[in-house]
DNA sequence: TTGGAGTAGTTAACACCGTTAACCAAATAT
DNA sequence: ATATTTGGTTAACGGTGTTAACTACTCCAA
């Protein structure tokens, strides 16, 4: 992945501190060249257009989620922990590395429509785990959940949410913010977990 | 709100139709303007500047929104059925309106940043009728949940996934659209009524 | 040792962008 | 009849992504 120059890693850094920084709108290749001390078009050198400069950055994010999400949760073999444990990591590495998680998610509705479909499927390696992990219950009779695809993709949906709100401050002020992610959380495991058999 | 004049209401027309077809990216208001027939500084005879002309679609939408799930949720006494009511139109103007609803989400990030934070809170009355719903369920007994407003929140984002992954046609090709919304809605509502008190 | 071929950058230019300033003509009010 | 407001215009500024053409520098073969 990382094609082994410094330079292009740079601009990388950069773009994505910028993005965090100052949002996409007043992100200019001039600008990030600026910052790099070198003229804009070298980042040409590097990336075809804006487009794929943004898009390696999610692609990047992308996969450090799933690699966080993976190394916490595979390990763990009992399918009910396992679930949860996947929950959890989603939430973690979005408040632990907001630079990264909000790129996957700021970025979106202008430079996404020219995501190239098939990289963001095979990307999604996370989503896949938390399908099979469902599936993996509802198989072995503890989970009750009739389309583990569409629930996951639920699930994902709603936990956007809740980092979301988190980072972007818009949390109500009446509201403790440890609190809110402990319940939210709780929420959306125990919306899963009511179904389980008891045995 | 419409403060009836024509081209304004033209030039609004045009944007949203423009931001639906081909996106943020591309809406320029020299653009704009050609397709009214129309200098491109006229357009700032009627809105500040780009922000505000977006805000205003914005916030034109979220009214459009609001007034729908209200028109038909509030008539609804039982505290469950307009529970389910709100959700239910929630999903029906997203997919009755996608030019509308897609306006809501697609231009955030860059745009959204510089949205008021007042107007935010304001125009969110059908969230606020959820709370609300959700609150006066708990008092009755009929519903279980601890903090409504984290609640709805949820809810509302688990909606924004199903209406989206529809809308943007990313739904997986195993999966027929109709059943997936109908499954969707049901995961919410019953995540929910598992917690019904039975009386 | 020379010279040709990459390599990693440069400058100049194009077409487009949001926005401002200055202007103008027609309608309206005094 | 004249002043003011309304609803537009053109010209210009500084900024944008991107392309084309150029330039140094390194490396390798003859």
């Known amino acids: 992945m990382s094609e082994e120059n410094p330079l292009r890693d740079q601009i990388l850094d950069i773009s994505r501190h910028m993005l965090f920084e100052d949002g996409y709108q007043s992100l200019s290749m001039r600008k990030i060249a600026k910052k790099a001390d070198v003229s804009a ?66 970025v979106r509705p202008e430079a996404m429509a020219r995501y190239p479909k098939e990289k963001f499927r095979k990307t999604r390696r996370a989503y896949e785990l938390l399908v099979k992990t469902i599936e993996e219950s509802v198989s072995a009779g503890v989970m009750d959940v009739e389309k583990p695809v569409v629930a996951a993709y639920s699930i994902w949906a709603q936990l956007h949410g809740v980092v979301s709100v988190v980072l972007n401050k818009r949390l109500d002020s009446r509201i403790d913010q440890k609190q809110f992610i402990e319940d939210s959380i709780d929420l959306v495991v125990q919306g899963f977990l009511v179904r389980t058999t008891v045995s």
Chains 1, 2 share one sequence.
């Open 41 to 106: 078009t070298s980042i040409y050198l590097y990336f075809e257009n804006k487009d794929h400069l943004l898009h390696t950055l999610i692609e990047e994010s992308v996969e450090d989620l799933s690699r966080f999400i993976e190394s916490n949760a595979l390990p763990v073999t009992d399918n009910i922990e396992r679930f949860k444990k996947i929950i959890q990591s989603y939430v973690d590495f979005g408040l632990q590395h907001p630079e990264k998680y909000e790129i996957i998610y700021k």
